[in-house]
T-cell receptor, first 118, second 112 residues
Framework: SAVISQKPSRDICQRGTSLTIQCQVDSQVTMMFWYRQQPGQSLTLIAT?????????ESGFVIDKFPISRPNLTFSTLTVSNMSPEDSSIYLC???????????????FGPGTRLTVL | DAKTTQPPSMDCAEGRAANLPCNHS???????VYWYRQIHSQGPQYIIH???NNETNEMASLIITEDRKSSTLILPHATLRDTAVYYC?????????????FGPGTRLSVLP
């Protein structure tokens, strides 16, 4: 397992502003992921973040709206830019675990950041 | 789109076994079955995963049919704290970075 922390745990923001969410892991990991969970919905992958390379975004998500940084193997940030009420969601980071000669990997999730945009 | 189908909700009496079914009729030979749960909008919690053999850990057991088209997650003695949304996901085990596609899941309510 891994210990993952996210900051802030929750925030209330005004329309048009930006918020940067931090994700910190207690061990070095190659791949980190950012998900969004809109109210009453399931999780949707925003992007995959590898250290040392640009993030890979899923369809419907763009870098200008959700810029991501991955400066080292234990840390990543997701910025929600120019926010609107439709951005109100829980944002979660996750890391890939396992592998290392084993047959499979799995993802371990952080506690999430609950964002409300007024 | 999610490759699995699950019942939207289930009830289980506290102390009894909770059996959560999942259909994945289009599963590929290199895809694993993963189970996660999400308690009250916390981050999803990994439970268990398997390829074709039955698996057991301290949280649950995973039973995969011989044709691998369906599986059952078993919580042997459900408690009120097991009330959550349970997600069944199929995905390749390796290489790194394959997307987990979450469907709507099964909302399990454990009743006193």
């Amino acid at each position: 397992s891994a210990v993952i922390s996210q900051k802030p745990s929750r925030d209330i923001c005004q329309r048009g502003t930006s918020l940067t969410i931090q994700c910190q892991v207690d061990s070095q990991v190659t791949m980190m992921f950012w998900y969004r969970q809109q109210p009453g919905q399931s999780l949707t992958l925003i992007a995959t973040a590898n250290q040392g390379s640009e993030a890979t975004y899923e369809s419907g998500f763009v870098i200008d709206k959700f810029p991501i940084s991955r400066p080292n193997l234990t840390f990543s940030t997701l910025t929600v830019s120019n926010m609107s009420p439709e951005d109100s969601s829980i944002y979660l980071c996750s890391v890939e675990l396992g592998g290392r000669g084993g047959p499979s990997t799995w993802q371990f999730f952080g506690p999430g950041t609950r964002l409300t945009v007024l | 789109d999610a490759k699995t189908t699950q019942p939207p909700s289930m009830d289980c009496a506290e102390g009894r076994a909770a059996n959560l079914p999942c259909n994945h009729s289009t599963i590929s030979g290199n895809e694993y079955v993963y189970w996660y749960r999400q308690i009250h909008s916390q981050g999803p919690q990994y439970i268990i995963h398997g390829l074709k053999n039955n698996e057991t850990n301290e949280m649950a057991s995973l039973i995969i049919t011989e044709d691998r088209k369906s599986s059952t997650l078993i919580l042997p003695h459900a408690t009120l704290r097991d009330t959550a949304v349970y997600y069944c996901i199929v995905r390749v085990g390796l290489p790194y970075g394959q997307n987990f596609v979450f469907g709507p899941g099964t909302r399990l309510s454990v009743l006193p």
